[in-house]
């Protein structure tokens, strides 16, 4: 049984908040407002006061918090599902388009990272995909041929080859060099805001937005919980799971359970180490934070909240500690020879998905005004990456096939 850990988020926990923001003390006008304060929201104005735009941030929570705060970080070019079923989803053009993106997101939040002078943990990793089951292995072998033959360094494991690198047992696996990262998002996030400070854009935390409403066919009203009033010529919604509440596209939603250990000296069994996903259920993934220790997620339930309650109403915290033993028991089961595996951390957090795993970028059609960034799921941060440079080149009328991809109203898009 788990005993002595800390029930609350580890990048948030074990860090202290790099910078404070004011909250919202007056009515104030600006060009562009965006609506959030996790790493989309902020990546958001940073690249809008970049570009040139007066550009306001209003964040509900304290920056970095919420679901930015609860991500594992992981970054990678497949996410909570593999690029076949991607490709089954949406083509193969449309699905290695997303792929070369998701590579240069990587690329431009290391860059990001440098630029910043700010220590946020980044570092490349390769990463895994495996599966324990023949069906689950079929999968994986279609994934290697995939990747084999566009251009993404791939090797496939099975047999005496993966006994000799990984200690947990294996039918198949698709091992990909430098085809992932690792970043803590909380220092991440500050950083970027840091910078998009220094490049003009007011931030404020902690002033929750209650209303947004157009005005006219050249102005967008921010109504704050903190009484005051913000006018924009343009709005960006980039508040985390709220924001399908506007523009639709979550086809559900799933408290996902996180461990994190103490620090481990040495990883035995775990060629890399690199980043960890499971192709079957239980759908698990693995990473190692920049301090060494192994955070494993999943488990996921869409019946019981973040909060341990079923239906949102009746008390069951039990389910979730029985999800933290079940990680527990997993973690040593798969590295058996990993020496002091002691949890330290663990939490739940909600977590969301669209019908083809990939965001909801752009505008809707009656809506000229606002712009839709919802950014979920495990490739997250490369989402908010991909948001942000894509909706300031929207704004500026640039013409842009990839913004096509990720369409709230994409026409191939499965339907709730």
């Keep these: 049984m788990i005993k002595k850990t800390t029930k609350a988020v580890f990048w948030t926990a074990a860090a202290e908040a790099p910078a404070q923001y004011p909250w919202l003390s007056q009515d104030i006008d600006c060009e562009v407002a965006v609506i959030g304060g996790g790493l989309t929201a902020v990546l958001c104005a940073l690249r809008f006061a970049q570009a040139g735009c007066d550009t306001v941030l209003l964040g509900a929570e304290p920056i970095g918090h919420g679901g930015t ?6 970054m990678c070019l497949d996410g909570e599902e593999c690029l076949t079923e991607l490709v089954d989803k949406i083509g193969a053009d449309r699905a290695m388009s997303a792929a070369k993106l998701f590579r240069e997101a990587i690329d431009r939040l290391e860059a990001l990272g440098r630029e910043s002078g700010t220590d946020c943990g ?14 689950g292995a079929e999968v994986i072998r279609r994934e290697f041929s995939l990747r084999l033959h566009n251009g993404i360094d791939a090797e496939l ?43 003009g854009a007011r931030i404020y935390e902690n002033t929750g937005v209650s209303v947004v409403d157009h005005c006219g066919e050249d102005m ?18 980039a508040a985390g799971l709220e924001t399908d509440k506007q523009c639709g596209g979550l086809e559900r939603t799933a408290t996902v359970y996180t461990l994190v250990t103490e620090p481990v000296e040495s990883f035995p069994g775990w060629r890399g180490p690199c980043l960890i996903h499971t192709q079957e259920e239980p759908s698990l993934f693995l990473t190692v934070t920049p301090d060494n220790r192994i955070l494993i997620g999943g488990m996921g339930s869409s019946l019981v909240d973040e909060h341990g309650r079923l239906g949102g109403m009746l008390e069951l915290s039990s389910a979730g500690q029985k999800r933290y033993e079940q990680l527990e028991k997993q973690l040593r089961g798969m590295f058996p020879a990993i020496r002091g595996l002691t949890a330290d951390y663990v939490y739940a957090s909600r977590a969301g998905r669209t019908a083809d795993g990939l965001p909801v970028i752009g505008r809707l059609p009656q809506e000229e005004r606002i712009a839709y960034a919802l950014c979920c ?25 990839e913004l096509g991809l990720f369409s709230p109203r994409r026409e191939w898009r499965m339907k709730h």
């Design 122 to 135: 980044f570092r490349r990793m390769d990463t895994l995909r495996y599966a324990q089951g023949k069906k």
């Design 69 to 74: 705060a609860a991500s594992s970080g992981m």
């Design 377 to 401: 799921g495990e490739n997250g941060l490369l989402y908010a990456d991909i948001a942000s440079r894509l909706l300031v080149e929207q704004y500026q009328g640039q013409a842009n096939q």
């Design 157 to 199: 494991l099975s047999g005496q080859n993966a006994a000799e690198q990984f200690s947990f047992p294996m039918e198949a696996g698709v091992y990909s060099r430098g085809a992932g990262a690792q970043a803590d998002p909380y220092r991440l996030t500050h950083a970027a805001a840091a910078m998009a400070a220094k490049a």
């Design 220 to 237: 967008v009203v921010l109504e704050c919980v903190t009484g005051h009033t913000v006018h924009a010529r343009y709005a960006v919604v």
